[in-house]
């Protein structure tokens, strides 16, 4: 499986941007990039995917580099709800399931 | 998106008992999975639930251990037999299309703490 990096830990402030890191150096050309989020108590939540393009959906944007090797998850403008765990995941050709890594912990301060 | 229902929310049980965990879905899907989140940590992935055959496991889990079930494209069920207090978890059911662009969709989960 193709493996993700990111951060443990990210903190931001309520109502500013935020810009969550993820490193995939051996993503393959038909990889999928997802992100997830899990509030705290909750199941996760999807947030978004993207190929080779950058994506826009209601929840967040997300900006893919020209190699392919990392990408950013970008919240426009946090909100204490946006508290939670992050994970970036690769969807690989064939295999229609989710490998979690660790993930990034976003604490928003108020 | 799908609307994952799990019951029961939580449990407590005793060690050596099994018990079964049911996922409902809304609406007819193609995937069905089983995860596995211990104290603090991340998810893990059980097995993929396949309608009218066989789960397939992941590395490390077993059917002896973890039997699932999915008679039809909306229902589900994990047991988790002969439970120990290292089977003290939250067990979630996802739901996709199946294609490596189609997002999972999940439950809650299901708290379970052995005794």
């Known amino acids: 499986d193709a493996k993700t990096t990111q951060p443990n830990s990210m903190e931001s402030n309520e109502e500013e941007p935020v810009h969550l890191p993820c490193n995939h150096s051996t993503i393959s050309g038909t990889d999928y990039i997802h992100w997830y989020r899990q509030l705290p108590s909750q199941g996760p939540e999807y947030v978004i995917h993207g190929l080779t393009s950058n994506v826009n959906n209601r929840m967040a944007s997300l900006a893919i580099a020209e190699d392919r090797k990392s990408s950013t998850l970008i919240l426009h403008r946090a909100t204490l709800r946006d508290a939670a765990v992050y994970y970036c995941?690769?969807?690989?050709?064939?295999?229609?399931?989710?490998?979690f890594g660790a993930g990034t912990i976003l604490r928003v301060k108020s | 998106s799908a609307v994952i229902s799990q019951k029961p929310s939580r449990d407590i049980c005793q060690r050596g008992t099994s018990l079964t965990i049911q996922c409902q879905v809304d609406s007819q899907v193609t995937m069905m999975f089983w995860y596995r989140q211990q104290p603090g940590q991340s998810l893990t992935l059980i097995a993929t639930?396949?309608?009218?055959?066989?789960?397939?496991?992941e590395s490390g889990f077993v059917i002896d251990k973890f039997p699932i079930s999915r008679p039809n494209l909306t229902f589900s069920t994990l047991t988790v037999s002969n439970m120990s207090p290292e089977d003290s978890s939250i067990y979630l059911c996802?739901?996709?299309?199946?294609?490596?662009?189609?997002?999972?969709?999940f439950g809650d989960g299901t708290r379970l703490s052995i005794l």
């Open positions: 996802s739901v996709a299309e199946q294609g490596r662009d189609q997002p999972q969709h």
């Open positions: 995941i690769l969807n690989s050709l064939g295999l229609d399931k989710l490998v």
């Open positions: 639930a396949n309608q009218g055959s066989e789960a397939t496991y």
